[in-house]
T-cell receptor, first 115, second 111 residues
Framework: SAVISQKPSRDICQRGTSLTIQCQVD?????MFWYRQQPGQSLTLIAT?????????ESGFVIDKFPISRPNLTFSTLTVSNMSPEDSSIYLC????????????FGPGTRLTVL | KQEVTQIPAALSVPEGENLVLNCSFT??????LQWFRQDPGKGLTSLLL?????REQTSGRLNASLDKSSGRSTLYIAASQPGDSATYLC??????????FGPGTRLSVLP
């Protein structure tokens, strides 16, 4: 398994501001993902964070709104830009290793409320 | 495009009952299927991973089965306890594609 931490655990932000969420893993991993979970909903994949290159975004998500960095194999950030109340969600980081049948492990999540 | 559904959406049972949660998927060419547990406001905890070549996996009171041809997986929980109360999610991974999550089953085990 992998131990994953996220910062901050929660935040309350004003409309129009930006928030950067950090994800740290205790070991090197091949794949890192960012998900959004809106209230009462299941998980939706935002993007795959690629080490050393631009993230791969899913349909409906764009880099200007959700810029992602991944400077190495243990760390990634997700920024939620120009926030609106509709961005209020739990944001989750997950990791998976190739060669381990892609088993996923999740961080504790960041609960974001936008006023 | 892979679609994942879970039945029932919610379930309430008395403590001690055995129960079954269902997960269905539309594209049977999967690489693996993973069951998770999520407590309110928390991240996901991995319960069981079933590879495409396997038919079931067991961990303690949990048993997950996989029938690829019919596009179904079940999670069996034996002798349920109040601490099992949570939302249970299944996620399917197709070859070369990302994980797709089901909507979850919200389980309440009453003491």
């Amino acid at each position: 398994s992998a131990v994953i931490s996220q910062k901050p655990s929660r935040d309350i932000c004003q409309r129009g501001t930006s928030l950067t969420i950090q994800c740290q893993v205790d070991s090197q991993v091949t794949m890192m993902f960012w998900y959004r979970q809106q209230p009462g909903q299941s998980l939706t994949l935002i993007a795959t964070a690629n080490q050393g290159s631009e993230a791969t975004y899913e349909s409906g998500f764009v880099i200007d709104k959700f810029p992602i960095s991944r400077p190495n194999l243990t760390f990634s950030t997700l920024t939620v830009s120009n926030m609106s109340p509709e961005d209020s969600s739990i944001y989750l980081c997950s990791v998976a290793r190739t060669g381990a049948y892609n088993e996923q492990f999740f961080g504790p999540g960041t609960r974001l409320t936008v006023l | 495009k892979q679609e994942v559904t879970q039945i029932p959406a919610a379930l309430s049972v008395p403590e001690g009952e055995n129960l079954v949660l269902n997960c269905s998927f539309t594209d049977s060419a999967i690489y693996n299927l993973q069951w998770f547990r999520q407590d309110p406001g928390k991240g996901l905890t991995s319960l069981l991973l079933i590879q495409s070549s396997q038919r079931e996996q067991t961990s303690g009171r949990l048993n997950a089965s996989l029938d690829k041809s019919s596009g179904r997986s079940t999670l069996y929980i034996a002798a349920s306890q109040p601490g099992d109360s949570a939302t249970y999610l299944c996620a399917v991974n197709n070859y070369g594609q990302n994980f797709v999550f089901g909507p979850g089953t919200r389980l309440s085990v009453l003491p």
